[in-house]
């Protein structure tokens, strides 16, 4: 079967992709809130309907969550699973978006067109990406380059709790020579990027109580003990003056940057005044004589994501709190235990309360770091595939982010996964006014019915 009638069908019918898309978009599957439970059943629906209309054996599976959908297309050549997610994030804070969420529509902006939306980015868009290069590939030929089975759930965004269950129970029907994965990005604007290496997470809340009761602190302070001050105390303690982090035996299993992969990163020219300046930011604030590509693809961290505690409303209220909260968490790397440095830093912490203070503490999930393996075929094929599409030669990059399905695919299904996106680092996921360039849409589809092409030439 011939590619290049195939990328003219993609280019012809882009605006129809488009409005698929957008028609995907409107619907407000967010998994997080129970409110929306029906919209994501809605979200599974189109999707199984959508992917029948093109051939696939599709259909939607319960779980006690928010349905999966499953599809299947005989074919030769290798057999293939693509997975992604259409559930998406809540579009909090509302009054900070320029239009409605979930009235999506394309945008001019001084960069191109963009396709504005939540979901637009994660990942709905990356997701059709996949389905269109398969609707183009089926209207052109009849049939698909390859064996491919379609894997999309409804609670990526909310922790992912049925995912491990209905992988275990659907084992023999998920397992393929190798998963696909459409949540990542590009390298900067033009560079496609197979990622190799992901940092796992663990999240930690903890709750320092001491007086039984909020004070006045005209009253007691001095003489009592205030919980703020304790967990200012512990939060400071976490790192040391050169950035590394001081929970015992934290570094156990941290790799060292091999001279091979220090080489292609330096090449990469990768420049953090600029990467920090989008932010408001200058200088790299991670570990001391690290390169700033360890420091978010390949090291580990510890962050402060929230602290609470006392009166925060408006005014002034001299109030000696009884209790101060923080959320901590931990992106890990290499062969780092999530739950021993779990248990680390729960004996550090208890170990600098003072008396009269005590400590609680709630687990917030726990995944391990993956790395993948290139020895697979697929990633010189969709590496060579990728550099064909682009203006860059397409690059093994590290992830910052957690991705914990492919750890579970070489876990549960043994079977390596390759992870290739194409959103970019200001489609604003998570945030107001998310958005994935009309392009990143256009030359994803246009990638993946290379990769393919390349996997099964």
Same mark, same amino acid.
């Not at 509302?94 to 939306?117: M, Y």
């Given at each position: 079967?011939?590619?290049?009638?195939?990328?003219?069908?993609?280019?012809?019918?882009?605006?129809?992709?488009?409005?698929?898309?957008?028609?995907?978009?409107?619907?407000?599957?967010?998994?997080?809130?129970?409110?929306?439970?029906?919209?994501?059943?809605?979200?599974?629906?189109?999707?199984?309907?959508?992917?029948?209309?093109?051939?696939?054996?599709?259909?939607?599976?319960?779980?006690?969550?928010?349905?999966?959908?499953?599809?299947?297309?005989?074919?030769?050549?290798?057999?293939?699973?693509?997975?992604?997610?259409?559930?998406?994030?809540?579009?909090?804070?509302?009054?900070?978006?320029?239009?409605?969420?979930?009235?999506?529509?394309?945008?001019?902006?001084?960069?191109?067109?963009?396709?504005?939306?939540?979901?637009?980015?994660?990942?709905?868009?990356?997701?059709?990406?996949?389905?269109?290069?398969?609707?183009?590939?089926?209207?052109?030929?009849?049939?698909?380059?390859?064996?491919?089975?379609?894997?999309?759930?409804?609670?990526?965004?909310?922790?992912?709790?049925?995912?491990?269950?209905?992988?275990?129970?659907?084992?023999?029907?998920?397992?393929?020579?190798?998963?696909?994965?459409?949540?990542?990005?590009?390298?900067?604007?033009?560079?496609?990027?197979?990622?190799?290496?992901?940092?796992?997470?663990?999240?930690?809340?903890?709750?320092?109580?001491?007086?039984?009761?909020?004070?006045?602190?005209?009253?007691?302070?001095?003489?009592?003990?205030?919980?703020?001050?304790?967990?200012?105390?512990?939060?400071? /303690?976490?790192?040391?003056? &050169?950035?590394?982090? @001081?929970? #015992?035996? !934290?570094?156990?299993?941290?790799?060292? %940057? $091999?001279? +091979?992969?220090?080489?292609?990163?330096?090449?990469?020219?990768?420049?953090?005044?600029?990467?920090?300046?989008?932010?408001?930011?200058?200088?790299?604030?991670?570990?001391?004589?690290?390169?700033?590509?360890?420091?978010?693809?390949?090291?580990?961290?510890?962050?402060?994501?929230?602290?609470?505690?006392?009166?925060?409303?408006?005014?002034?209220?001299?109030?000696?709190?009884?209790?101060?909260?923080?959320?901590?968490?931990?992106?890990?790397?290499?062969?780092?235990?999530?739950?021993?440095?779990?248990?680390?830093?729960?004996?550090?912490?208890?170990?600098?309360?003072?008396?009269?203070?005590?400590?609680?503490?709630?687990?917030?999930? /726990?995944?391990?770091?993956? &790395?993948?393996?290139? @020895?697979? #075929?697929? !990633?010189?094929?969709?590496?060579?595939? %990728? $550099?064909? +599409?682009?203006?860059?030669?397409?690059?093994?990059?590290?992830?910052?982010?957690?991705?914990?399905?492919?750890?579970?695919?070489?876990?549960?299904?043994?079977?390596?996964?390759?992870?290739?996106?194409?959103?970019?680092?200001?489609?604003?996921?998570?945030?107001?006014?998310?958005?994935?360039?009309?392009?990143?849409?256009?030359?994803?589809?246009?990638?993946?019915?290379?990769?393919?092409?390349?996997?099964?030439?």
């Amino acid at each position: 079967m011939t590619l290049d009638p195939v990328l003219a069908r993609i280019d012809a019918e882009l605006p129809q992709a488009t409005d698929r898309l957008l028609e995907l978009l409107r619907i407000p599957s967010i998994s997080t809130d129970p409110a929306y439970k029906d919209k994501c059943e809605q979200a599974a629906d189109w999707l199984v309907a959508d992917l029948q209309s093109i051939g696939f054996d599709a259909s939607k599976r319960p779980t006690p969550g928010h349905p999966m959908v499953v599809a299947h297309s005989g074919g030769d050549g290798p057999h293939v699973l693509f997975y992604g997610h259409y559930d998406v994030q809540p579009v909090d804070p509302l009054d900070l978006w320029d239009r409605d969420p979930f009235d999506p529509q394309i945008e001019d902006t001084a960069n191109g067109q963009v396709i504005r939306g939540r979901g637009a980015s994660d990942d709905k868009g990356q997701l059709m990406t996949f389905v269109e290069a398969c609707r183009a590939w089926k209207a052109e030929h009849g049939t698909l380059p390859a064996n491919i089975t379609i894997f999309f759930e409804g609670e990526e965004e909310s922790g992912s709790p049925s995912l491990t269950p209905f992988m275990e129970e659907n084992r023999d029907e998920l397992t393929t020579d190798i998963a696909l994965i459409c949540d990542t990005g590009l390298y900067g604007d033009s560079t496609p990027a197979i990622i190799t290496q992901l940092r796992g997470l663990l999240g930690e809340e903890l709750t320092i109580t001491g007086p039984n009761k909020d004070l006045h602190s005209g009253m007691y302070g001095g003489l009592a003990m205030n919980p703020v001050r304790v967990l200012a105390k512990i939060i400071a /303690a976490l790192h040391d003056d &050169q950035g590394r982090i @001081t929970i #015992p035996d !934290f570094y156990d299993g941290v790799p060292e %940057l $091999s001279n +091979e992969l220090a080489a292609a990163w330096d090449d990469l020219k990768f420049d953090e005044k600029h990467f920090l300046g989008e932010v408001g930011l200058s200088e790299p604030a991670g570990e001391k004589g690290r390169r700033p590509l360890e420091m978010i693809w390949s090291r580990p961290t510890c962050e402060v994501n929230g602290i609470w505690s006392g009166y925060t409303g408006d005014g002034f209220k001299t109030v000696l709190p009884s209790q101060a909260h923080a959320k901590i968490s931990f992106r890990l790397v290499g062969t780092q235990d999530p739950p021993k440095i779990r248990e680390n830093l729960r004996k550090m912490v208890q170990d600098m309360l003072p008396p009269d203070c005590n400590v609680s503490f709630r687990a917030h999930g /726990a995944s391990a770091a993956g &790395q993948m393996t290139t @020895t697979h #075929p697929a !990633f010189d094929q969709a590496r060579k595939a %990728l $550099s064909d +599409e682009w203006p860059n030669a397409a690059a093994y990059v590290g992830c910052g982010g957690s991705i914990p399905i492919a750890g579970h695919f070489k876990n549960i299904l043994n079977m390596d996964a390759m992870l290739i996106g194409f959103g970019k680092d200001d489609d604003q996921i998570h945030s107001p006014n998310e958005k994935y360039d009309l392009s990143s849409f256009h030359k994803g589809i246009r990638s993946w019915a290379r990769i393919l092409h390349e996997m099964t030439a």
